[in-house]
């Protein structure tokens, strides 16, 4: 079955860098877009980024547009979110996502997120 | 960007009784493409949210037939025929359109 697993994830202070990974098994990861999506109690639900399954495009929110950086590894069935500037408003849990099986549009699958704090 | 707006965003149920969960957005969710990608999730405590409908009505896989999904143009509805209590938490409303995906803020449904 399909499985997501997030890592990375932890304390940072603003101004900093994080990366996280997300490993994909279950599915040819090679063939569906990818996608982050961020979670706080205060904005709720926030879509941060996509990347196409060749890694040929990729779109940001404009929150995180130009500090974020979407990518992947298809040899190693690994998707990656480089973020860089951090901001305490970028305090969140952050989740891996697939893109529907069905025509590509929208999310099916998630991960079990990773806790990302920014503070000093 | 596309408004996602969600009523109630608190919903006390009865189990064995049934639930509606509105979703209105700020524009238009129908697709150059001819369809509409308006998706709904289900996020139980603790856990991930999970994919209930697709494209207004379609269940994905493994969801029970009690949910369905409705509307048009902006205007969509969730519907739980008879709820369960494994039912209980948070349902949103998302748009899939155009980017950015967005999302409602979330109906909370309690028994």
């Known amino acids: 079955q399909v499985h997501l697993v997030e890592s990375g994830g932890g304390v940072v202070q603003p101004g900093r860098s994080l990366r996280l990974s997300c490993a994909a098994s279950g599915f040819t990861f090679s063939s569906y877009g990818m996608h982050w999506v961020r979670q706080t109690p205060g904005k709720g639900l926030e879509w941060v980024a996509v990347?196409?399954?060749?890694?040929?495009?990729?779109y940001y929110a404009d929150s995180v547009k130009g500090r974020f950086t979407i990518s992947r590894d298809n040899s190693k069935n690994t998707l990656y979110l480089q973020m860089n500037s951090l901001r305490a408003e970028d305090t969140a849990v952050y989740y891996c996502a697939r893109a529907l099986a069905v025509g590509g549009i929208g999310v099916d699958y998630w991960g079990q997120g990773i806790l990302v704090t920014v503070s000093s | 960007d596309i408004v996602m707006t969600q009523t109630p965003l608190s919903s006390p149920v009865t189990l064995g009784q049934p639930a509606s969960i509105s979703c209105r957005s700020s524009?238009?969710?129908?697709?150059?493409?001819?369809?509409?990608?308006l998706s709904w999730l289900q996020q139980r405590p603790g856990q991930p949210p999970r994919l209930l409908i697709y494209?207004?009505?379609n269940r994905f896989s493994g969801v029970p037939d009690r949910f369905s999904g409705s509307g048009a143009g902006t205007d969509f509805t969730l519907k739980i025929s008879r709820v369960e209590a494994e039912d209980v938490g948070i349902y949103y409303c998302t748009q899939a359109t155009q980017f950015p995906y967005t999302f409602g803020q979330g109906t909370k449904l309690e028994i």
């Open positions: 494209k207004i009505s």
């Open positions: 990347i196409w399954y060749d890694g040929s495009n990729e």
């Open positions: 524009q238009s969710l129908v697709h150059t493409d001819g369809n509409t990608y």
